[in-house]
């Protein structure tokens, strides 16, 4: 996801590689999660964790946007 000035997003694709890698191996995605849809979709793709920093600091409430972030991160690996 688009993360101010960073270059382009490589996007969710490469996180395909969690099918190749041992289960006891966490795969952490970095960059532009600031919303539950980003953190669910990177669940959905692969990831076991994400790397927040923006959006923890840019919101009033970050402690409440970390859990949402992390309600949606848990979501998507119940659907995976």
């Not at 923890?56 to 979501?75: F, P």
Request: with cysteine; aromatic share 4%.
């Amino acid at each position: 996801y688009p993360t101010p000035g960073k270059g382009e997003p490589i996007g969710l694709d490469p996180l395909d590689v969690r099918g190749d890698m041992p289960a006891t191996t966490k795969l952490v995605a970095v960059g532009g999660f600031d919303s539950a849809a980003c953190a669910r979709n990177a669940a959905l793709a692969g990831a076991d964790a994400i790397a927040v920093i923006r959006a923890a600091w840019q919101n009033d409430d970050g402690g409440a946007t970390i859990a949402a972030l992390v309600d949606a991160v848990s979501a998507g690996l119940a659907m995976r």
